[in-house]
Structure formats: C-alpha cells, structure tokens
C-alpha cells in the first residue's frame, strides 16, 4: 500500500523507489501484486509514466487511512510513542510553527513533531506521497491553488490564520521599481495577481531581501504583516495606498485523515 501512494505522488514507478529506498522492480512488484489482489488496474501505464484509473484514485482517497490505522496499531502494540510530520514554508516555520508546536505539547505530551521547511512544490509532493501528515503554507480563494499553482488531486484543507498584505516604501525613498521575491513565492504570486506584469520591478532572492532594499529607499515592496509589523511601528517603512488581498494560512492533509490528524488541527485552530 506504502509503494501504491508512493508511486500516485511520485507520477512514475522510478520516482516513488528514490524516495522509498527500494529498487523500481520491488516497486513494480509491489504495484503489481496489490493490483491482483484486487483485480482491477489501479494505473493506466503511459509513457509519461504512471497515471491512476478511476479504481486507483478510489483506493488512494482510503489508502492513507488504512495506512494510518494499521500505524495505529503498530505503535500499541509496540508501546512507541505517537509521531506527526508537519512541513511548513520557512516564512510560516518561523513564525506561525512555534506556538502550534507548544499547544502540541501540552496537549499532547505523548506527541513527538517533526518539522521541515520546504517549498510549496516540495509541501505537496511530500503530503501527497506521505511524507508529510500535513503542511502549512500560503494561499488565497475557496479552493487550493486560488494563488495561482496547480495543486495534487485528492487534499484537503482549513484554513487557520491569515496574513495580510501591505504595500510599503522608506520615507522619502523611491516608489519604482517594485521590489519582487523569487517567481514561485506566495507573496510573490499575490504580488503578480495585484500588480500584473506592466509594472518595472526587481526581482531579488528573498523576502528578506525585498524588505531591506526597501528600508534602504530602493523601491516599494508588496510585504507580509510579519515582515512589516516592526518597521511601521518604527516608520522605517510607511504604508503606501493599496487594497491588498488577506491571504490564508492554509493547512493542507491528504482527504479522508482527518481522524489521524485531530489533534493537530485542534492545535490550528486554537
């Protein structure tokens, strides 16, 4: 069952042995020998590697599940202590993670965490493979994806804070060029959608970047609330006029694991 969702997030048999550790032809077999078992095709097999039929995606909206409670009573039996995996961007690791992380402990002492900072690409890849129980990221509108990127079939989601946005420049510092982080970042896809592609920018590596070239009266920048909050307390940066969006912190989890994951949502949502 590990090799069958392993195999439906990687896309090909190849990929899903590199992050198993296991030879493609184990990989293969395992397919294989879970497809007979049911008598049916669980992936269509195409040259562009292996793509789920509608029996697959059935078994894949259950298979975490199972795999959950056949965990469940490993660790029982076993007496090992409770274990999750939540990966987050590193913007959210820093800054949202800590206080999730004691409510965690305190609720549940018997719960070891795990935390990665990954990329949003990386985040839904590792949730949907399960490597990861859950991840954090940014995003915006009714569905995953709203910020503009594709996401994997088959998660869901809640929505647990929010970060809004502010448009700010130095005092007397320059207006142009807008001051953009690295394509495939959240507040640089919301800066996208905000500004289009016509307005002169300068794209630089970070958001950490963006803010210090900022201060140092460069340009403006679309920021976070989190970056912002001191340096307009201070009036190192002043707001600039502009309607931004409120973008959602988002936790995203394979559907159907709500069970395995209660306490850490209670622990978002609190």
Do not use: N
Request: some cysteine; aromatic content about 4%; proline content about 6%.
């Amino acid at each position: 069952m590990r090799g069958f969702v392993a195999v439906a997030g990687a896309g090909t048999v190849t990929g899903a042995a590199d992050r198993l550790g296991l030879a493609p032809a184990s990989v293969s077999e395992q397919v294989r020998r879970l497809e007979d078992s049911l008598g049916v095709a669980l992936f269509e097999r195409t040259p562009q590697g292996m793509r789920l039929t509608e029996p697959g995606a059935t078994l894949l909206a259950r298979a975490q599940a199972l795999l959950d409670h056949a965990e469940e009573v490993r660790r029982v039996v076993t007496g090992r202590r409770r274990r999750v995996r939540i990966g987050a961007l590193e913007m959210l690791a820093a800054v949202k993670l800590p206080a999730v992380i004691r409510r965690l402990s305190e609720r549940c002492p018997d719960l070891d965490v795990d935390v990665r900072a990954l990329t949003r690409q990386d985040l839904l890849a590792e949730v949907t493979r399960g490597g990861l129980d859950a991840a954090l990221l940014v995003d915006s509108g009714p569905a995953i994806g709203g910020l503009g990127f594709v996401p994997p079939p088959g998660l869901d989601f809640a929505d647990v804070d929010e970060v809004r946005l502010f448009l700010v420049a130095a005092p007397g510092g320059d207006r142009d060029p807008l001051l953009v982080s690295a394509p495939g970042c959240s507040i640089r896809l919301a800066a996208d959608q905000v500004f289009g592609a016509e307005v002169p920018r300068r794209e630089l590596t970070s958001l950490a970047t963006a803010r210090e070239w900022t201060r140092q009266g460069l340009g403006r920048a679309l920021l976070p609330d989190f970056v912002t909050e001191a340096d307009l307390a201070s009036g190192a940066l002043v707001p600039l006029d502009l309607d931004a969006p409120v973008l959602a912190v988002r936790l995203v989890w394979q559907r159907g694991r709500e069970s395995a994951l209660r306490d850490v949502l209670y622990a978002m949502s609190v």
